[in-house]
Nanobody, 124 residues
Framework: EVQLVESGGGLVQAGGSLRLSCTTSGFIFDHYAIGWFRQAPGKERERVSCFRSSDGSTYYADSVKGRFITFSDGAESTINLQMNNLKPEDTAVYYC?????????????????WGQGTQVTVSS
């Protein structure tokens, strides 16, 4: 059974950093994509980054480019999202999600498996 578990959310002041982790299990395919999404109250779910296992490629939304980095732990059972220089507008519930098709989709509907989400709150 495929499972994803996020950890690492919390409350931080603007300008601070947090690291989210997505621990995966039950993967039976070598190639997959792990997308990090966020959803703030009243807003649509948006992809902030994606990690593609086949070649280590990463993708970032313009709003987080230069501040967020996604990377694996080497064994690739855990995909991390390092968030630096956080802003109040980064406040949201963050989810990791897995997709086993080629590529790194930016639409949340393309991802088949989801974690439970973790709250990130950035105070001004």
């Amino acid at each position: 059974e495929v499972q994803l578990v996020e950890s690492g959310g919390g409350l931080v002041q603007a300008g601070g950093s947090l690291r989210l982790s997505c621990t995966t299990s039950g993967f039976i395919f070598d190639h997959y994509a792990i997308g990090w999404f966020r959803q703030a109250p009243g807003k649509e779910r948006e992809r902030v980054s994606c990690f593609r296992s086949s070649d280590g490629s990463t993708y970032y939304a313009d709003s987080v480019k230069g501040r967020f980095i996604t990377f694996s732990d080497g064994a690739e059972s855990t995909i991390n999202l390092q968030m630096n220089n956080l802003k109040p507008e980064d406040t949201a519930v963050y989810y990791c999600a897995a997709d086993f098709q080629p590529g790194c989709p930016d639409q949340w509907l393309a991802y088949q498996y989801w974690g439970q989400g973790t709250q990130v709150t950035v105070s001004s």
